[in-house]
């Protein structure tokens, strides 16, 4: 079975807006947590990521934090734009093989 | 630099058949990872090769098999294809030692 999923399968968000995307994990041992985000007919690409040691992370717009008390994840997307539009996975990183979660649709509002 | 590419982008099947779906991973990176993801959901692990030795294998049935070639390319082979099969496969790659993975856009795998 799955040990990554997604609190919300859609999410819709007005442009210029912050997104929140939630995830909760069950394997209290994984060490590394990445999210990726996918688009249309196109494969996962690497937003972010961040390790077991860490409770926050940022990039350019996005924020990942880790609450490893209650096993959860989120990603934060500052000023939500048109092309952020996509499906947004949480995936853990065991060893060889990423676990993905089934998904949260983000769908940016005009 | 060219991406992790794969081939074909999209292909039909008759169950029972097989097929080869095929990975080049970017260029200096030794490990390739196949997944599949079935629409709606997210992808699910198949196979590791990792110096063209298989690294680790999930829970997918013996129909699948796959291989790495020397040029660090790889093959995932599906034989005896069942409707369920149907899905985009993906192909990821990455550096030794190193767990961020990039993926190729995908096989389309329509079984009918």
């Known amino acids: 079975g799955e040990s990554v999923g997604l609190h919300l399968p859609t999410l819709s968000v007005q442009e210029g807006d912050n997104s929140i995307i939630n995830c909760a994990y069950s394997?209290?041992?994984?060490?590394?947590f990445i999210w990726y985000k996918q688009e249309s007919g196109k494969g996962p690409q690497f937003i972010i990521d961040?390790?077991?040691?860490?409770d926050k992370r940022q990039g350019q717009r996005v924020t990942v934090l880790l609450n490893k008390t209650v096993k959860h994840l989120s990603l934060q997307i500052a000023a939500t734009q048109p092309g952020d539009s996509a499906v947004y996975f949480c995936?853990?990183?065991?060893?060889?093989?990423?676990?993905f979660g089934a998904g949260t649709t983000v769908t940016v509002r005009a | 630099d060219a991406g992790v590419t794969q081939s074909p982008t999209h292909l039909i099947k008759t169950r029972g058949q097989h097929v080869t779906l095929r990975c080049s991973p970017i260029?200096?990176?030794?490990?390739v990872s196949w997944y599949q993801q079935v629409l709606g959901q997210g992808p699910q692990f198949i196979f590791q090769?990792?110096?063209?030795?298989?690294?680790g294998r999930g829970n997918f049935p013996d129909r699948f098999s796959a291989r790495q070639f020397p040029n660090y390319s790889s093959e995932l082979n599906v034989n005896a294809l069942l409707l369920g099969d149907s899905a985009l496969y993906l192909c990821?790659?990455?550096?030794?030692?190193?767990?961020?993975?990039?993926f190729g856009q995908g096989t389309r795998l329509t079984v009918v």
């Open positions: 995936a853990e990183s065991s060893d060889y093989k990423l676990s």
């Open positions: 394997n209290s041992a994984s060490d590394y």
């Open positions: 961040i390790r077991s040691n860490m």
């Open positions: 090769y990792y110096e063209k030795e298989e690294r």
């Open positions: 990821a790659s990455s550096r030794t030692g190193e767990t961020e993975a990039f």
């Open positions: 260029s200096g990176h030794k490990s």
